[in-house]
């Protein structure tokens, strides 16, 4: 009897001695949960879009919490959501600017010229790959990655062979920047309406050659407008939104532009 005592008795005690310091050590290295991030969760979308530069909602919540995002920096949820946080952590929500997606390319079917047959795998990641089907090395590819990306059905491609924002259901998510491999939509305030269509970095001789919408870097848009608003990158002029209080700005660039490329936003519809 003794003997089959023993060994229970020492099984019993290391069984005590480890779930003693199993308790002790949860105890100790416990990690306190702040219940304003579960709450802020719940206010989000959900959507994981990663617009506010955080990998998801419950990185962008924590990051709120711990004050490395700002309050209203969910872009999708608006000023609803960052009024919902101010309140959830008792801070003023600030305004939240709000942006649109836009396409920079005007390269429809007609006016960029093809210079290939692609029959490969129907996205324009891979056509990307083989450099393009059209002359133009910049321009959309036309298979839509860009409409698969977006999580709000916001874009639609048009039998001109480009994409189109329907800019109510756009939250400003960023999905499309991230899925055009040739870096063809930015987002842009709500409240610009006037924007440079095209990123080609072509000269004047090459980009005639394959487009007649394409930025022909005339640098015109620059020279007409004061105090550096729009400069110029090599042959492709840049806005500078941060020196624009008033889109009217732009007119004259939108006047001047040889080729057109310069374009309003409520009329690209
Ligand atoms: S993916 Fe859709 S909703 Fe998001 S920014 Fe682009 S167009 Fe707008
Ligand atoms: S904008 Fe970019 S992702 Fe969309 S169809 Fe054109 S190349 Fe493809």
Not at 33 to 47: F, M, Q, S, T, W
Not at 200 to 207: F, Q, R
Request: hydrophobic share 40%; aromatic share 6%; proline share 4%.
């Amino acid at each position: 009897m003794a003997s089959i005592l023993i060994p229970i008795g020492i099984l019993g005690g290391i069984a005590l001695f480890f779930g003693t310091f199993l308790v002790i050590s949860a105890e100790k290295f416990k990690v306190e949960v702040d219940k304003r991030v579960g709450k802020i969760i719940e206010a989000l979308p959900g959507i994981d879009c990663g617009a506010c530069g955080a990998p998801g909602c419950s990185a962008f919540a924590e990051g709120v919490v711990e004050e490395k995002y700002p309050v209203n920096g969910c872009k999708v949820g608006g000023q609803e959501v960052a009024d919902e946080i101010a309140e959830i952590l008792g801070v003023e929500a600030g305004e939240v600017m709000e942006s649109v997606a836009v396409l920079r390319c005007l390269g429809t079917i007609e006016v960029a010229n093809r210079i290939a047959e692609y029959q490969g795998i129907e996205t324009c990641a891979a056509l990307d790959l083989l450099g393009g089907d059209k002359g133009c090395h910049y321009g959309c590819l036309g298979l839509g990655d860009c409409v698969e990306a977006c999580p709000f059905n916001a874009i639609i491609m048009k039998d001109d062979g480009l994409p189109y924002v329907i800019e109510e259901r756009c939250t400003a998510c960023g999905e499309c920047v991230r899925s055009c491999p040739r870096g063809l939509f930015e987002l842009i305030g709500k409240e610009q309406d006037i924007y440079l269509a095209c990123i080609s970095k072509g000269d004047a001789k090459e980009v005639k050659k394959v487009c007649s919408m394409g930025c022909v870097g005339c640098s015109l848009c620059a020279r007409v407008i004061e105090n550096e608003i729009i400069t110029m990158d090599g042959n492709l002029p840049v806005i500078h939104w941060e020196k624009i209080e008033d889109n009217k700005l732009l007119e004259p660039a939108l006047e001047k532009c040889p080729t057109k490329t310069f374009i309003r936003r409520s009329e690209y519809v």
